[in-house]
């Protein structure tokens, strides 16, 4: 059976920044067959509700930065994906949520820090891990697109 580690707002729980979800019956359909480990890096360390925050690329190199205080705060979302990978170390597949600052695979916004946008196709903070780690990374809308594990392409 196939691992998959899955953001979990696509599988319904409330765990985006305004305490919503994503649920994706038609990824869940295409994935029925795997088993789904989820994760929220952004949930775990902050709770939810909580102020958004854009990729924002410092002489630092990209950082979350939260838009209500500026703060930033890509260490605990760091610091929750190695955990994560650690702990789970046999994940066949990384579905990450489209345009997320943690979890977008190859669609999360890269702005500068007078907010111009400078990409729209980069890797959020964990999907950037896992790229690191060699794991298989896709976001759910390129996965329902390529028809599911049938015609997965190891990216």
């Known amino acids: 059976m196939k691992k998959v580690a899955i953001s979990a707002c ?5 765990c985006r920044y305004d305490a919503t979800d994503n649920h994706n019956d038609v990824l869940l359909e295409k994935l ?12 775990h360390a902050f709770g939810s509700p909580r102020p ?12 979350a930065i939260s838009n209500e205080t500026g703060q930033d705060l890509s ?3 760091e610091a929750y994906a190695k955990d994560f990978f650690d702990t789970h170390t046999d994940i066949d597949l990384f579905i990450g949520k489209d ?6 695979v190859c669609s999360a916004r ?26 298989g990374s896709i976001d759910a809308e390129a996965y329902i ?7 997965h392409v190891k990216l």
């Open 10 to 14: 696509l599988l319904g729980e409330k």
């Open 32 to 43: 029925k067959d795997a088993e789904l480990i989820p994760f929220c890096p952004e949930d």
């Open 52 to 63: 958004t925050m854009d990729l924002i690329k410092t002489e630092t190199g990209v950082r």
């Open 75 to 77: 260490g605990p979302v």
């Open 99 to 104: 345009r997320s600052p943690s979890c977008g």
């Open 110 to 135: 890269v702005y500068s820090e007078a907010k111009v946008l400078l990409s729209e196709n980069e890797a959020g903070l964990m999907a950037k891990e896992a790229k690191k780690r060699g794991i």
């Open 145 to 151: 697109a390529r028809g599911g594990f049938t015609h």
